[in-house]
């Protein structure tokens, strides 16, 4: 799987989980180690980038990507990176 597949929902991953429905329930919101696990044992619906499918589970892998890569949490790469930046701020 490609950051591009990621990011174009075309990683071949299911749209939520398996052991829970993260994104429409109360329940916690997986740790990076929980994550990681449940997409280890979850099997590819497709070959990357050979279809489309949207996949919140795609979405929460690729904020772990760039949490390691940035060595910041996504809360503070968007902070620093997105919402501060003078373009973003004198947009609305």
Do not use: M
């Not at 950051?3 to 829970?20: E, F, P, W």
């Not at 499918?53 to 990507?65: C, F, H, P, T």
């Amino acid at each position: 799987i490609r950051i591009k597949h990621l990011l174009n929902h075309s990683a071949g991953l299911i749209r939520d989980s398996y052991v829970c429905n993260y994104w429409n329930s109360n329940d916690h919101f997986p740790k990076e180690a929980e994550l990681l696990n449940e997409l280890r044992a979850t099997p590819l619906i497709f070959a990357p980038g050979s279809q489309f499918k949207y996949s919140n589970l795609g979405y929460a892998l690729l904020g772990i990507v760039l949490e390691r890569a940035s060595s910041l949490s996504l809360a503070k790469l968007f902070e620093e990176r997105v919402f501060n930046k003078p373009s973003a701020r004198d947009k609305y």
